[in-house]
């Protein structure tokens, strides 16, 4: 059976980082994408991006390139979405998901189709 | 980039009764690139549909997804007051988008 276990939830303050985790077991953990989605308080879900842990590639929605780190530990079997300056705006919920995904014919453009499993969701809270 | 429209944004129905919830894509959608899913009060969601109209494993075949080009629809057949849940529709892609949702209330 797939799981996605995630970290517990966070209280922050504006400007601290924060890595939160998401432990994956029942599946080859190498061979499938895994990311993130976030939900802000009372708000649909948006894509973050996904990392391939066999190989650290990643890709990010253009909307969050550049404001979170996304990885992938191997050994550990866990993802990784990381901060290194929270602001108030990045209070959600965060799940980890394991999408189906695969490169188009281009051979590096990444196609992501559905997104079959989810973890149970962190809740991060930023505010002064 | 193309915007996912949901409609109507609430619904309340009786147990038994049928709901047809819509997602309007902004653009003609290629081959069968759409999903559904169900967010029940305080969980995560779940998938309950993928590829237009494939069920996803465990779900009972009172969900069904149709549609193509711009216009998809999930059906519940036989309302049960456990199908109380926000349901959205999802796009694949390169930067995948979500629809903005449509709450379910049972009466």
């Known amino acids: 059976e797939v799981q996605l276990v995630q970290s517990g939830a966070e209280v922050k303050k504006p400007g601290e980082s924060l890595k939160i985790s998401c432990e994956a077991s029942?599946?080859?953990?190498?061979?499938?994408?895994i990311g993130w989605v976030r939900q802000k308080p009372g708000r649909g879900l948006e894509w973050m991006g996904v990392?391939?842990?066999?190989?650290?590639?990643?890709t990010y929605s253009p909307s969050f390139q550049g404001q979170v780190t996304i990885s992938a530990d191997m050994s550990a079997r866990t993802a990784y979405l990381q901060w290194n300056s929270l602001q108030a705006s990045d209070t959600a919920i965060y799940y980890c998901?394991?999408?189906?995904?695969?490169?188009?014919?281009?051979?590096?453009?990444?196609?992501?189709?559905?997104?079959?499993?989810w973890g149970q969701g962190t809740l991060v809270t930023v505010s002064s | 980039e193309i915007v996912l429209t949901q409609s109507p944004g609430s619904l309340s129905l009786s147990p038994g009764e049928r709901a047809t919830l819509s997602c309007r894509a902004s653009q003609s959608v290629t081959s069968n690139s759409l999903a559904w899913y169900q967010q029940k009060p305080g969980q995560a969601p779940r998938l309950l549909i993928f590829d237009v109209s494939s069920r996803a494993t465990g779900i009972p075949d009172r969900f069904s997804g149709s549609g193509s080009g711009t216009d998809f629809t999930l059906t519940i057949s036989r309302l049960e007051p456990e199908d109380i849940a926000v349901y959205y529709c999802q796009l694949y892609g390169r930067s995948p988008p979500f629809g903005q949702g449509t709450r379910l209330e049972i009466k």
């Open positions: 998901v394991r999408p189906v995904a695969y490169y188009d014919s281009s051979g590096y453009r990444l196609q992501v189709e559905y997104f079959q499993y």
């Open positions: 990392v391939y842990p066999a190989d650290s590639h990643i």
């Open positions: 029942g599946y080859s953990f190498p061979n499938y994408w």
